[in-house]
Nanobody, 124 residues
Framework: QVQLVESGGGLVQPGGSLRLSCVAS????????MNWYRQAPGQERVLVAT???????EYSESVKGRFTVSRDNAKNMMYLQMINLEPEDTAVYYC??????????????????WGQGTQVTVSS
């Protein structure tokens, strides 16, 4: 199977920066779209950023110009560079990926996987 693990969250002051990482592990053949979501207390989980297998990117309006998503296919990793952080950015950030992976000697399938999340707190 496949596992996604986020890291890099923590406490940061308004105006500060933080870099989140997501690593995929398992019997991976290739990874298609990868996404960052976030969920603030009492709020619904929302899409923050997307990066495709061709490295096209999209961002939500609330983070556009402040966040940058990137990926390293050789390492099966995705990153989210966050600058000029605001208290409104406080949330648990989740990694999501559509993965083509091996299920047997000559078998593959594509599934969507989620990480467990990493907490980002922006406060003075």
């Amino acid at each position: 199977q496949v596992q996604l693990v986020e890291s890099g969250g923590g406490l940061v002051q308004p105006g500060g920066s933080l870099r989140l990482s997501c690593v995929a592990s398992g019997n991976i053949y290739s990874i298609y779209d990868m996404n960052w979501y976030r969920q603030a207390p009492g709020q619904e989980r929302v899409l923050v950023a997307t990066i495709t297998d061709t490295h096209s990117t999209e961002y939500s309006e609330s983070v556009k110009g402040r966040f940058t998503v990137s990926r390293d296919n050789a390492k099966n990793m995705m990153y989210l560079q966050m600058i000029n952080l605001e208290p409104e950015d406080t949330a648990v950030y989740y990694c999501r990926a559509d993965v083509n992976y091996y299920t047997g000697y000559n078998s593959r399938k594509v599934d969507r996987f989620w990480g467990q999340g990493t907490q980002v707190t922006v406060s003075s």
